[in-house]
Nanobody, 123 residues
Framework: EVQLVESGGGLVQAGGSLRLSCAASGFTFDDYAIGWFRQAPGKEREGVSCISSSDGSTYYADSVKGRFTISSDNAKNTAYLQMNSLKPEDTAVYYC????????????????WGQGTQVTVSS
């Protein structure tokens, strides 16, 4: 059974940090690019970041560049999103997703999604 399980969300004050984790099982982690998405109330889901083990590529949305860092530990089948200097506008449900793509540049509609974790940033 394929699973992506996010954790690490919570409530934090503006300027604070959180680290999200995405634990994967049921598929070959190394073959997939892992993306982080978020969806705020009343807004469309947006791509935040991506990492590919195949070619080492990463991607960051302009809104999070310089503040968020994506990484992965293939031995643990886990991807991470370190979020620093958080802002109230970062408040959203954060999802990780896996796409069978060798590179973040070719990331399409994900094959697998996690259930999401809530991040709330207070001002």
């Amino acid at each position: 059974e394929v699973q992506l399980v996010e954790s690490g969300g919570g409530l934090v004050q503006a300027g604070g940090s959180l680290r999200l984790s995405c634990a994967a099982s049921g598929f070959t982690f190394d073959d997939y690019a892992i993306g982080w998405f978020r969806q705020a109330p009343g807004k469309e889901r947006e791509g935040v970041s991506c990492i590919s083990s195949s070619d080492g590529s990463t991607y960051y949305a302009d809104s999070v560049k310089g503040r968020f860092t994506i990484s992965s530990d293939n031995a643990k089948n886990t991807a991470y999103l370190q979020m620093n200097s958080l802002k109230p506008e970062d408040t959203a449900v954060y999802y990780c997703a896996a796409d069978i793509s060798p590179s973040c540049s070719g990331y399409g509609y994900p094959d697998y999604w996690g259930q999401g974790t809530q991040v709330t940033v207070s001002s």
